[in-house]
């Protein structure tokens, strides 16, 4: 019988930052490599591979300390010894866009093969939990192989494995995602350091060997074994070779080689085809529930916020509009849409993003933000300023036959795949001062729209010339507030404001129909779609106009007290949560044009801090403002909290009971909605069941819904109360790290300043109507102002739309390909069937060459359009990548 093999794999996991700032563990790293490739040249040693685990950020760390070693580390990534990539960083899946992990993969791709090659195995070591996508996104990068470590069975602090809790896995799998793509999988069921600091001699080599293997044929289905070399942070063993004899000679029934992943996978692909199969997310919903780390999902709240502001940035206006400028003439500025993704990927480790990390580590993050954004808005306003120029928009003077001075055109823009009638706003600065009632907003077509203006005073700014010096001014700014209708999907439309011929009166209007009531402790906001009633005691009671449902007692305020860490929320003891309710608020109506707004004043008193496992005696008055705005023809209300945060040690949620017969709820995740079951699995011990969205969670029933949609908040628990509550987590504030130490983390208290968004979406049922809601509530339509101009752009254009079933096919990246000979654009059904998808739009005419890409931008299909659209099948939760080349510059 031939003797079972072991691969044994040196490695070092390495968190990037945690509970050391960067450049401290960078210190430790320089050594590790440095004592790495003097290992891997030296001869007869045993060892021949080292796996940098995944990700090639480390090489470029290690290189700017050491850039007279590149040579060396090229020679031994290129003859296979040295593994690194395939990602740029090892991300956090769940707190991450689905583009944001693309391009993670598109720029360590790259750069691996910059280097010399990629390890083309997924490999998520660590992730604190695994996306449904997981396999899609693989398979579209070429890749068939995956090792994953969290989501199945219990990993709990320090690297410790619980066995006894297995929930029946074995470590070679197939991990599938929901439109069918699967990846033959290791399960990492001993953790990444099951073969971590080897003994030498060969009676300990026996012992310790007999007991690691024991625990790996547990879960093993082949003759083929694997051993981890290494942990957090691990200093490279250097005398692996001779471990590796010690076991030879200790366990003369086994094999044991000096081996990597390819090598692991080449011998499993000879094995039978793996009998088990796992499909979807991997969240650890059959463990107790205390060892997910879903929780992270609302460490440091602010790092969140920014996370989504800065992508949004990025796939919605950077990206597509970069392009698309691109096409009309101006040169792509691909190195600063690179540097500003390297930045803002440079954020979203698990250690990072998650916000479990020691406070210099994040407060470096806020810096990576704000430089990643100062970069994304700035290429956003140029490319929207360059496409501006290229609209003609001469037809606005001639309408109203007035002096090109007294017309002031400007350009809305719409990034996502749909048309849409939504609330604009614009400033526009005028040289002197202007009388505003003798002016008319007009659109494309020459039609007045009705709208409010506002006087905000004389401003200051600055001119930055490309081809002279600076020249500063002072303008008189005006800001217009309008119902901008019909905007193309993927496009734009041209407006202007404009002084009438002849001094005559324009007629302004507010465009308002939402409105709001104030009664003596009540107030009531509404429009054509709903009517919301606030109470004495600030809660709202919602009714859906287009259903008649109505919806009781929401947005009331939960406070609870917080004894765990960053990991973890652990309830207080002893002590019940703080609600609203029950003590009257003041209420205010500050409505403005287009707008019923309502503000909500609480105050509460909460514990200054924990005291020991319960919450102190001592008080602090809390003071929490919500507006509540409620626009003309919309159909969700929009929720600001702010408050200036004084309390430690807790957490504070806002609820909405659905009332819905429901007994699962659903939430947007990386290119897909997942549903999961309120009830947990039966040996689940944790009191709360939190889990992670990327912008909204939804409970319906199929006659009744509601959906939260959110802007940075990616936190909620579906609560079993009988009424189906969402609770959304607003702010999580504890004062320590956790894990295997005690290390303090007074920041992740949040004290000062804090404000989030969010809206309340009621709905008839089917959770597709949430879907352009929330990608609507969290990318607003912008305006740039421009000049009077011809231009090769009419004044209204759709470089591409898409309609399907529900809508719900939704576009998630329109840029320019990797290697700039073209574009690509990207879109995903989010339905649960195949629908047909009808894409129209500029990109689609004239004779344009379009074929269907892999996530790496290989072409696979050709496609061909008809008449400037094109229509065709796609398959639920599916992927498509369209490629586009030879679009013409020219459109008039």
Same mark, same amino acid.
């Given at each position: 019988?031939?003797?079972?093999?072991?691969?044994?794999?040196?490695?070092?996991?390495?968190?990037?930052?945690?509970?050391?700032?960067?450049?401290?563990?960078?210190?430790?790293?320089?050594?590790?490599?440095?004592?790495?490739?003097?290992?891997?040249?030296?001869?007869?040693?045993?060892?021949?591979?080292?796996?940098?685990?995944?990700?090639?950020?480390?090489?470029?760390?290690?290189?700017?300390?050491?850039?007279?070693?590149?040579?060396?580390?090229?020679?031994?990534?290129?003859?296979?010894k040295?593994?690194?990539?395939?990602?740029?960083?090892?991300?956090?899946?769940?707190?991450?866009?689905?583009?944001?992990?693309?391009?993670?993969?598109?720029?360590?791709?790259?750069?691996?093969?910059?280097?010399?090659?990629?390890?083309?195995?997924?490999?998520?070591?660590?992730?604190?939990?695994?996306?449904?996508?997981?396999?899609?996104?693989?398979?579209?990068?070429?890749?068939?192989h995956?090792?994953?470590?969290?989501?199945?069975?219990?990993?709990?602090?320090?690297?410790?494995?619980?066995?006894?809790?297995?929930?029946?896995?074995p470590?070679?799998?197939w991990?599938?995602?929901?439109?069918?793509?699967?990846?033959?999988?290791?399960?990492?069921?001993?953790?990444?350091?099951?073969?971590?600091?080897?003994?030498?001699?060969?009676?300990?080599?026996?012992?310790?060997?007999?007991?690691?293997?024991?625990?790996?044929?547990?879960?093993?289905?082949?003759?083929?074994?694997?051993?981890?070399?290494?942990?957090?942070?691990?200093?490279?063993?250097?005398?692996?070779?001779?471990?590796?004899?010690?076991?030879?000679?200790?366990?003369?029934?086994?094999?044991?080689?000096?081996?990597?992943?390819q090598?692991? =996978?080449? !011998?499993?692909?000879?094995? *039978?085809?793996?009998?088990?199969?796992?499909?979807?997310?991997? @969240?650890?919903? &059959? /463990? $107790?529930?205390?060892?997910t780390?879903?929780?992270?999902?609302?460490?440091?709240?602010?790092?969140?916020?920014?996370?989504?502001?800065?992508?949004?940035?990025?796939?919605r206006?950077?990206?597509?509009f970069?392009?698309?400028?691109?096409?009309?003439?101006?040169?792509?500025p691909?190195?600063f849409?690179?540097?500003?993704?390297?930045?803002?990927l440079?954020?979203?480790?698990?250690?990072?993003i998650?916000?479990?990390?020691?406070?210099?580590?994040?407060?470096?993050?806020?810096?990576? =933000?704000? !430089?990643?954004?100062?970069? *994304?808005?700035?290429?956003?306003?140029?490319?929207?300023?360059? @496409?501006?120029? &290229? /609209? $003609?928009?001469?037809?606005?003077?001639?309408?109203?036959?007035?002096?090109?001075?007294?017309?002031?055109?400007?350009?809305?823009?719409?990034?996502?795949?749909?048309?849409?009638?939504?609330?604009?706003?614009?400033?526009?600065?005028?040289?002197?001062?202007?009388?505003?009632?003798?002016?008319?907003?007009?659109?494309?077509?020459?039609?007045?729209?009705?709208?409010?203006?506002?006087?905000?005073?004389?401003?200051?700014?600055?001119?930055?010339?490309?081809?002279?010096?600076?020249?500063?001014?002072? !303008?008189?700014?005006?800001?217009l507030?309008?119902?901008a209708?019909?905007?193309?999907?993927?496009?734009?439309?041209?407006?202007?404001?404009?002084?009438?011929?002849?001094?005559?009166?324009?007629?302004?209007?507010?465009?308002?129909?939402?409105?709001?009531?104030?009664?003596?402790?009540?107030?009531?906001?509404?429009?054509?779609?709903?009517r919301?009633?606030?109470?004495?005691?600030?809660?709202?009671?919602?009714?859906?106009?287009?259903?008649?449902?109505?919806?009781?007692?929401?947005?009331?305020?939960?406070?609870?007290?917080?004894?765990?860490?960053e990991y973890?929320?652990?309830?207080?003891?002893?002590?019940?949560?703080?609600?609203?309710?029950?003590?009257?608020?003041?209420?205010?109506?500050?409505?403005?044009?287009?707008?019923?707004?309502?503000?909500?004043?609480?105050?509460?008193?909460?514990?200054?801090?924990?005291?020991?496992?319960?919450?102190?005696?001592r008080?602090i008055?809390?003071?929490?403002?919500?507006?509540?705005?409620?626009?003309?023809?919309?159909?969700?209300?929009?929720?600001?909290?702010?408050?200036?945060?004084?309390?430690?040690?807790?957490?504070?949620?806002?609820?909405?009971?659905?009332?819905?017969?429901?007994?699962?709820?659903?939430?947007?995740?990386?290119?897909?909605?997942?549903?999961?079951?309120?009830a947990?699995?039966?040996?689940?011990?944790?009191?709360?069941?939190?889990?992670?969205?990327?912008?909204?969670?939804?409970?319906?029933?199929?006659?009744?819904?509601?959906?939260?949609?959110?802007?940075?908040?990616?936190?909620?628990?579906?609560?079993?109360?009988?009424?189906?509550?969402i609770?959304?987590?607003?702010?999580?504030?504890?004062?320590?790290?956790?894990?295997?130490?005690y290390?303090?983390?007074?920041?992740?208290?949040?004290?000062?300043?804090?404000?989030?968004r969010?809206?309340?979406?009621?709905?008839?049922?089917?959770?597709?109507?949430?879907?352009?809601?929330?990608?609507?509530?969290?990318?607003?339509?912008?305006?740039?102002?421009?000049?009077?101009?011809?231009g090769?752009?009419p004044?209204?254009?759709?470089?591409?739309?898409?309609?399907?079933?529900?809508?719900?096919?939704?576009?998630?990246?329109?840029?320019?390909?990797?290697?700039?000979?073209?574009?690509?654009?990207?879109?995903?059904?989010?339905?649960?069937?195949?629908?047909?998808v009808?894409?129209?739009?500029?990109?689609?005419?004239?004779?344009?060459?379009?074929?269907?890409?892999?996530?790496?931008?290989?072409?696979?299909?050709?496609?061909?359009?008809?008449k400037?659209r094109?229509?065709?099948?796609?398959?639920?939760?599916?992927?498509?990548?369209?490629?586009?080349?030879?679009?013409?510059?020219?459109?008039?």
């Open positions: 019988m031939e003797k079972a093999t072991v691969y044994i794999i040196s490695h070092s996991h390495w968190d990037r930052e945690w509970y050391m700032p960067f450049e401290k563990f960078r210190m430790r790293l320089v050594k590790l490599i440095d004592d790495v490739l003097d290992l891997l040249e030296a001869e007869n040693n045993g060892f021949t591979f080292f796996h940098l685990d995944g990700h090639v950020l480390l090489v470029d760390d290690y290189l700017e300390i050491r850039p007279e070693q590149e040579e060396r580390l090229r020679a031994l990534v290129r003859q296979g040295l593994n690194i990539g395939p990602w740029y960083v090892l991300q956090d899946a769940f707190l991450t866009s689905g583009e944001a992990q693309i391009r993670n993969m598109q720029l360590g791709l790259a750069r691996a093969a910059e280097l010399g090659g990629a390890t083309e195995i997924g490999y998520f070591p660590d992730t604190f939990g695994n996306i449904s996508q997981s396999a899609q996104l693989l398979q579209g990068f070429g890749i068939r995956a090792v994953f470590g969290r989501g199945i069975n219990a990993i709990a602090e320090n690297n410790a494995v619980r066995n006894a809790d297995s929930s029946g896995y470590s070679e799998l991990w599938a995602s929901p439109d069918g793509s699967r990846v033959l999988s290791v399960f990492l069921a001993n953790w990444y350091h099951n073969g971590m600091e080897l003994p030498t001699d060969a009676a300990r080599a026996g012992e310790r060997g007999r007991l690691a293997l024991d625990n790996v044929e547990r879960f093993a289905s082949t003759p083929h074994l694997l051993l981890m070399n290494g942990c957090d942070h691990q200093p490279v063993q250097s005398d692996v070779g001779q471990a590796i004899a010690a076991l030879n000679d200790g366990l003369p029934a086994y094999r044991f080689i000096h081996s990597r992943f090598d692991y =996978f080449d !011998k499993l692909e000879s094995c *039978a085809s793996p009998s088990a199969a796992v499909s979807g997310e991997l @969240i650890g919903e &059959r /463990t $107790d529930g205390w060892t780390l879903v929780n992270t999902a609302s460490s440091r709240m602010y790092l969140k916020q920014w996370n989504t502001r800065v992508q949004s940035e990025l796939e206006w950077a990206e597509p970069s392009a698309i400028a691109s096409l009309l003439g101006r040169e792509c691909a190195a849409l690179k540097h500003a993704w390297k930045l803002l440079q954020n979203h480790p698990h250690d990072s998650c916000g479990c990390s020691v406070d210099a580590v994040h407060e470096e993050m806020v810096t990576r =933000f704000m !430089k990643s954004a100062q970069i *994304a808005e700035s290429l956003s306003f140029d490319a929207m300023s360059y @496409i501006a120029g &290229r /609209t $003609d928009t001469s037809g606005f003077a001639a309408a109203e036959n007035c002096a090109t001075e007294d017309a002031h055109p400007f350009v809305v823009f719409n990034p996502l795949g749909w048309a849409r009638d939504e609330w604009a706003t614009v400033d526009i600065d005028a040289d002197s001062e202007l009388e505003p009632d003798r002016y008319a907003l007009l659109d494309r077509d020459g039609a007045a729209v009705a709208y409010a203006w506002e006087d905000l005073g004389w401003i200051s700014g600055f001119t930055l010339p490309d081809d002279r010096f600076r020249i500063p001014w002072r !303008k008189r700014r005006y800001r507030t309008f119902l209708n019909g905007i193309p999907g993927t496009g734009h439309a041209a407006f202007a404001w404009v002084r009438r011929a002849g001094g005559k009166l324009a007629p302004i209007g507010s465009g308002a129909e939402a409105a709001c009531f104030m009664g003596a402790d009540s107030a009531i906001l509404e429009n054509a779609y709903l919301i009633l606030t109470d004495a005691g600030g809660m709202l009671t919602l009714e859906d106009k287009e259903t008649g449902q109505v919806y009781r007692d929401l947005l009331r305020l939960e406070d609870s007290g917080d004894i765990g860490n973890l929320y652990r309830a207080a003891e002893g002590a019940s949560p703080i609600v609203t309710g029950a003590v009257p608020v003041l209420l205010e109506d500050r409505s403005a044009a287009g707008c019923a707004r309502l503000v909500i004043r609480h105050r509460l008193e909460l514990p200054a801090e924990r005291e020991g496992s319960g919450r102190s005696p008080t008055g809390q003071e929490i403002e919500v507006v509540v705005s409620l626009r003309s023809g919309a159909k969700y209300a929009e929720i600001d909290v702010s408050l200036d945060n004084a309390a430690k040690d807790h957490r504070l949620r806002a609820l909405f009971p659905s009332d819905a017969n429901a007994g699962n709820v659903r939430a947007d995740a990386p290119f897909d909605v997942v549903e999961r079951s309120i947990p699995w039966e040996g689940w011990r944790n009191p709360s069941r939190n889990e992670r969205m990327q912008s909204f969670v939804d409970v319906s029933d199929g006659q009744r819904g509601l959906a939260v949609v959110t802007a940075g908040l990616p936190e909620y628990e579906a609560l079993r109360d009988g009424r189906a509550t609770a959304l987590t607003l702010l999580r504030c504890v004062g320590e790290l956790g894990d295997w130490n290390f303090p983390a007074p920041g992740a208290q949040c004290l000062g300043h804090y404000s989030c969010f809206a309340i979406v009621p709905h008839g049922g089917d959770y597709r109507e949430v879907v352009r809601a929330a990608q609507a509530f969290n990318t607003p339509l912008r305006a740039v102002t421009t000049g009077i101009h011809g090769s752009l004044p209204a254009i759709s470089w591409a739309s898409v309609d399907s079933p529900g809508g719900a096919v939704v576009t998630t990246a329109l840029k320019r390909t990797e290697d700039a000979g073209g574009v690509v654009l990207r879109m995903v059904n989010l339905g649960e069937s195949e629908g047909t009808m894409a129209t739009g500029r990109l689609f005419e004239g004779d344009v060459a379009i074929s269907e890409r892999m996530l790496n931008e290989r072409a696979v299909t050709p496609m061909q359009a008809e400037g094109i229509a065709f099948p796609l398959a639920s939760k599916k992927m498509l990548t369209l490629g586009f080349e030879g679009i013409s510059a020219e459109v008039n």
